[in-house]
């Protein structure tokens, strides 16, 4: 697998606007425009030299419910990442547009805490497509390393809606279903939360950032980032949490917004299972997993 090292991390605006041009029509035969379909690009993207900006951590920290910290909330370096992770999917040999892509599940280890002084590189890249029930999987793999020490890792799957697969299953890292877990906490989510997280995490995203653009897409107004459910989620637990572990998530109906959400957890030996369901109707947002 060949590497594509970059100087510098990625301009998200050019790289959603790459990502609107996908949708136009026959933008697909263009050679800079993804969506094509094929294979997944053998390749890999690297990024070195990353020092941690205090002031963006501090901002993730306030809008995700972390604690103000001198380490890495340990959702950060996916923040760090997906830049990265957006320029392989909009550039022209990634089979699938990036519109439409569906964040089904989410799996992050954490081999210590990261300190917000040490230099950072990443490694990202794609693997394999796979038959879904509903479409077509694939993941994004994250590596994140200070020096050489291997620091944190994460493997993203994204689903490409169409031809389902009956015989197919999901994403194997996605834990089991949460069930009924006592709720432990209520989170009331602001209209606007989608736009404050993506003020922050550069993720702006139509479907988050405003109930007209999100109607674009069919939903009747902006839902809430997957990741930062994960990431309030686990500012929830922070205190039970050690400084390695390995947390999974899978993403199940998208949050509207605004919204009243319960969290709910309970600990049986070394796993914490863990979830995010409305607090009226009990339609399951997120279930989850932390092996300690």
């Excluded at 933008?27 to 094929?38: D, E, K, M, N, T």
């Excluded at 370096?77 to 089979?95: E, I, K, R, V």
């Excluded at 319960?262 to 607090?279: K, P, Y």
Aim: include cysteine; aromatic fraction near 6%; charged fraction near 20%.
């Amino acid at each position: 697998m060949a590497d594509t090292k970059l100087d510098r991390s990625p301009r998200m605006g050019g790289l959603f606007a790459r990502a609107g041009l996908a949708t136009l029509p026959g933008a697909s035969r263009l050679p800079f425009i993804g969506g094509g379909g094929g294979a997944l690009p053998d390749r890999t993207l690297v990024l070195t030299g990353i020092a941690t900006d205090r002031d963006r951590l501090t901002a993730y920290d306030r809008v995700c419910g972390f604690t103000l910290s001198d380490t890495l909330a340990p959702t950060y370096p996916h923040m760090l990442a997906f830049p990265l992770q957006l320029a392989l999917m909009t550039g022209g040999d990634f089979p699938f547009p990036v519109i439409g892509l569906v964040h089904i599940a989410n799996r992050i280890t954490q081999q210590r805490a990261i300190g917000a002084g040490e230099v950072l590189s990443l490694r990202v890249w794609a693997t394999g497509a796979e038959p879904h029930p509903r479409g077509t999987q694939f993941a994004l793999r994250t590596e994140v390393r200070a020096g050489e020490e291997l620091v944190w890792e994460e493997e993203s799957v994204n689903l490409r809606r169409g031809r389902g697969h009956e015989e197919a299953e999901g994403p194997s890292i996605a834990p089991p279903e949460v069930g009924d877990l006592p709720a432990t906490a209520t989170w009331r989510l602001p209209g606007d939360l989608g736009r404050r997280y993506g003020a922050v995490s550069g993720d702006l995203n139509p479907i988050h950032v405003h109930p007209l653009s999100a109607r674009l897409f069919g939903f009747p107004s902006a839902i809430a980032h997957g990741m930062w459910t994960k990431a309030r989620s686990l500012a929830a637990m922070s205190t039970e949490l050690p400084d390695a572990f390995t947390v999974s998530v899978a993403f199940k109906r998208p949050i509207l917004l605004p919204a009243t959400v319960e969290f709910a957890e309970r600990r049986t030996g070394n796993e914490i299972r863990f979830g995010v369901r409305d607090a009226t109707g009990g339609t399951p947002h997120l279930d989850g997993a932390v092996s300690l």
